[in-house]
C-alpha cells in the first residue's frame, strides 16, 4: 500500500473542489486520501472513518500529505464533521472516476487471459437523498478482481440505459476487454459502442427481441 499512495494522490487530486480556496485549511486530496484509507482499512461510517484518522499514525499522515500546524506541536487533522461536510458537497461522479483510475492503474495483468467487466446498477441499501429518493448506481466491475473501475449516478431523470456509454468513457483502455451486462443492456446502440472501442460482449437476448435480430 505505502508505493501506491503517489499514484492515489495523483488520481483524488483530479476531483474539483467544493470549496472556496480562502480559509482552507485542510487541503482537499488530503481529506478524500485519509477517507479512502480509513475505508480501505475497514472503516464502515463516518464516525469509523474519523477515528482512524484521529489514531493513523504519523509516518502514514506524513506520506498522505498530513503537515505539522505551525503554531502547534501537532499535526492538524481533519475532524469527522469535516469531512462528512466535504463528502456531502463534492461531486459524486468526478470521485468515483477518481477512484476508479486508481484502481485501474494498480491492476496487474491477466497472464493472458481474456479481461472481464460486469456493468449492474444496484439501489444503494440504506442510503437516500434529501427528498427520500433512494440513489441508485450503475458500475462495471472486474470480473476477477472485484474492482470498481468505473461507477454513476443513476439521476431521477435518467435511467441506466441512458448511463451505459457514459460509464465505460471513463476507463482508459477497453481493447479486448469482455463486457457483460444484463437483458436491460441488450441494445444495439451499446453493441456498436463496445465494438467501436475494440471491446467483446456477452449480453442476454430474451424473448422480447425482435426475431431475426442481431446485435
Known amino acids: 500500500m505505502p508505493e501506491e499512495i503517489p499514484i492515489l494522490l495523483v488520481r483524488l487530486g483530479e476531483v474539483p473542489g467544493p470549496r472556496d480556496p480562502c480559509g482552507v485549511r485542510h487541503a482537499l486530496v488530503v481529506v478524500l486520501a485519509l477517507t479512502a484509507c480509513a475505508v480501505l482499512a475497514g472503516a464502515a461510517s463516518l464516525l469509523a472513518v474519523g477515528e482512524w484518522i484521529a489514531d493513523a499514525p504519523s509516518s502514514v499522515l506524513e506520506?498522505?500529505?498530513?503537515?505539522?500546524?505551525?503554531?502547534?506541536?501537532?499535526?492538524?487533522?481533519?475532524?469527522?464533521?469535516?469531512?462528512?461536510?466535504?463528502?456531502?458537497?463534492?461531486?459524486?461522479?468526478?470521485?468515483?472516476?477518481?477512484?476508479?483510475?486508481?484502481?485501474?492503474?494498480?491492476?496487474?495483468?491477466?497472464?493472458?487471459r481474456l479481461r472481464g467487466l460486469a456493468v449492474d446498477g444496484k439501489s444503494l441499501r440504506g442510503a437516500a437523498r434529501a427528498e427520500g429518493r433512494k440513489i441508485h448506481l450503475l458500475a462495471a466491475c472486474d470480473h476477477v478482481r472485484g474492482l470498481i473501475l468505473a461507477q454513476l449516478d443513476v439521476g431521477e431523470k435518467t435511467n441506466e440505459i441512458i448511463c451505459f456509454q457514459p460509464l465505460p468513457e471513463t476507463i482508459a483502455d477497453l481493447a479486448g476487454v469482455v463486457v457483460t451486462s444484463d437483458a436491460m443492456h441488450t441494445q444495439r446502440e451499446h453493441a456498436q459502442y463496445l465494438l467501436g472501442r475494440h471491446a467483446h460482449y456477452i449480453v442476454i437476448a430474451k424473448g422480447n427481441q425482435k426475431k431475426g435480430a442481431s446485435l
Not at 466535504?86 to 468515483?96: H, P, V
Not at 476508479?100 to 491492476?107: E, I, K, M, N, P
Open 63 to 112: 506520506r498522505l500529505g498530513v503537515r505539522p500546524d505551525p503554531l502547534c506541536p501537532k499535526r492538524s487533522l481533519p475532524a469527522e464533521t469535516t469531512v462528512r461536510r466535504l463528502l456531502g458537497r463534492i461531486e459524486g461522479d468526478a470521485l468515483d472516476q477518481a477512484a476508479g483510475r486508481w484502481l485501474a492503474d494498480r491492476r496487474t495483468g491477466t497472464d493472458g
